[in-house]
């Protein structure tokens, strides 16, 4: 029986980014991991596999809509799924073992198995029993079923997002049932792929909790690439016959029944935390109404020892979320005043164009009662963008009106994802727009947007 100052369950990335922590602390650390390979969902059947899906689909789009307008002329090139689902494979591969070396590197051992937890400071793993003083549970997260309907998930014809990464061939028409981040990230590759592509969501807005002029813009952009949107429907059931699926909805304004066929329905109404064999109802770990495992300020469950992080907690399920909460969770174990600031996790969504927001939307203040400023700037004013034909779309900063303090930003356009960085760093600062605005920014850049944003707060942009 080994003996552990630290044993982590699951090595996603909260469970991963933990363990490699507690052993950069000085403490004996074990991680439990179930799968095959390290990484968690992330990295084998989430966050890499659909970036690596939506990179080789985004160059096929470029090939065949932009090249012939930048003097690039030939055949446009053909898709070769096996190639580009072993392209999507090696990624992974790459991913994983990198996290295995990682692991070598700090002297993280690796217990293969599922792990449970019969005791407090005891993990079991197969036959064996580890001693451990501290226990992070980082067991991440499934897919959620879809509330209310009657569907049976096979994989191949009714998929997961983790059936959606390696369909057998890639299907004429899918039905994605929810437009969250992972079905339209998901719906856009295939989109891209020459499918037909339907999404059927309960609400009146896609990307529920977004900005409303972002999730207005990116709806009509998705629209324009091809996507079909049928808006507040209930999916009530999901059928397969002879190979292709019927989804059955009600449209909520009028009760009115529909169905549509299609080779492929993908579920895509969201995760729900994962924490089943690991014996937690016995130890007396308390767990939220939805299931998830609760937690004080500290990441401390309600038996002393016992910690979580990650999807399998409360808050956004998002792998810096859950890598975030596993550096400061290994600090407060060691000792250290480990922290975590939720106001400023950015959400991104890597479609083309990405889309990306921190902090406060305008609803949240309007409810909130506080005066705020917006400036904004669209990516027409933005030379770069022009250029790359990615002037669709805009930065919006939301400042307190008062003091000039950056509350939010809300970005639609190109690499989103990388330029919304900047009022993080920012925000963790408590700048004001103006610091923004009078911060040189390289030209050309499309971060040029963000400081004309920045401007606009004030006396103004200077190329809108
Ligand atoms: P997980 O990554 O779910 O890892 C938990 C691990 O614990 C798993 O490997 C599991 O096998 C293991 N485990 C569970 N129980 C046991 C046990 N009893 N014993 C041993 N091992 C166990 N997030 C982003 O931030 N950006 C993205 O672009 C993004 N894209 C996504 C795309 C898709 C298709 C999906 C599905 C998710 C995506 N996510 C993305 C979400 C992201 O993957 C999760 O938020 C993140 O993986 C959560 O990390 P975690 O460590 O909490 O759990």
Redesign the pocket.
Known sequence: MAQYDVIV???????YVAAIRCAQLGLKTAC????ETLG???LN???IP??ALLHASHQLHEAEHNFAKMGLKGAAPKVDWKQMLAYKDDVIGQNTKGIEFLFKKNKVDWLKG???IPGAGKVKVGDEVHEAKNIII????VPASVPGAEVEVDEKIVVT?TGALELGKIPKKMVVIGAGV?GL??GSVYARLGTEVEVIEFLDAITPGMDAEVQKTFQKMLTKQGLKFTMGAAVSKVETKGGKATVTYKLRKDESEHSTEADVVLCATG?AP?TD??GLDALGVKLTKRGQIETDGHWQTAVKGIYA????IEGP????K?EDEGMACAEVIAGKAGHVNYDVIPG?I?THPEVASVGKTEQQLKEEGRAYKVGKFSFMGNGRAKAVFAGDGFVKLIVDKETDRVLGCHIIGPSAGDLIHEICVAMEFGASAEDVALTCHAHPTFSEAVREAALACGDGAIHA
């Open positions: 369950i699951g090595a996603g990335p909260g469970g439990v991991e179930g799968r968690g969902t992330c059947v989430g966050c659909s970036k599922w792990g449970s980082a067991t991440g997260s997002s992972i990230e998901m995760r994962y064999g690991l992080i990650g999807d399998a399920m998002l792998a810096h859950a991104v890597y």
